[in-house]
Antibody, heavy 119, light 108 residues
Framework: EVQLVESGGALVQPGGSLRLSCAAS????????MNWVRQAPGKGLEWVSF????????YYADSVEGRFTISRDNAKNSLYLQMNSLRVEDTAVYYC????????????WGQGTLVTVSS | EIVVTQSPVTLSVSPGERVTLSCRAS??????LAWYQQKPGQAPRLLIY???TRATGIPARFVGSGSGTEFTLTISSLQSEDLAVYYC??????????FGQGTKLEIK
């Protein structure tokens, strides 16, 4: 059974940093491209970042470019999102999600982890 | 950026009804359009990809159609467990995914 379990969400002050993790199981993690998607409270879905299978290819939404860094450790079946210079508008549930195939939509999602940016 | 717009924002429906949700892209996305279902407190679930292909385990009452800029998700006979928010997503400009704002199905 495919499982994605996020962790690391917390309350952080504006300007602070946080690192999210996503533990994957039930599939060959190193063969799948991965993404982070977020959802502000009561709002819709916003794509945040993509990483290729080896970690050498990454993309970011304009809203987080230069502040967030996506990475992965295939030996540990884990995905990460390093978030720096956090802003109030980064407050959201962050989901890790697997791509069904390269260039395809997201077929498995974790349960999400809440990041709250507030003073 | 490809803007994706869904209508209506909210739809009040009764079990057994046929339901049609719409999704429009600001430019052609070919058939690179997916639909997701999100129930309260849960993660989104992939329903449809390639505009019309049901994902694994999705009931046949969910039917996707369209291409280019106009897409539709039809639920042939609404079940109570289908009450949720539905999002469409373009992946033509992969991986710069964009989602619609969602359509919420409520009980009439």
């Amino acid at each position: 059974e495919v499982q994605l379990v996020e962790s690391g969400g917390a309350l952080v002050q504006p300007g602070g940093s946080l690192r999210l993790s996503c533990a994957a199981s039930g599939f060959t993690f190193s063969s799948f491209e991965m993404n982070w998607v977020r959802q502000a409270p009561g709002k819709g879905l916003e794509w945040v970042s993509f990483i290729g299978t080896t970690g050498s290819t990454t993309y970011y939404a304009d809203s987080v470019e230069g502040r967030f860094t996506i990475s992965r450790d295939n030996a540990k079946n884990s995905l990460y999102l390093q978030m720096n210079s956090l802003r109030v508008e980064d407050t959201a549930v962050y989901y890790c999600a697997r791509e069904r195939a390269s260039g395809s939509p997201l077929d498995y999602w974790g349960q999400g982890t809440l990041v709250t940016v507030s003073s | 950026e490809i803007v994706v717009t869904q209508s209506p924002v909210t739809l009040s429906v009764s079990p057994g009804e046929r339901v049609t949700l719409s999704c429009r892209a600001s430019q052609s996305v070919s058939s690179h359009l997916a639909w997701y279902q999100q129930k309260p407190g849960q993660a989104p679930r992939l329903l449809i990809y390639g505009a019309s292909t049901r994902a694994t385990g999705i009931p046949a009452r969910f039917v996707g159609s369209g291409s280019g800029t106009e897409f539709t998700l039809t639920i042939s006979s609404l079940q109570s467990e289908d009450l949720a928010v539905y999002y469409c997503q373009q992946y033509n400009k992969w991986p710069m995914y964009t989602f619609g704002q969602g359509t919420k199905l409520e009980i009439k």
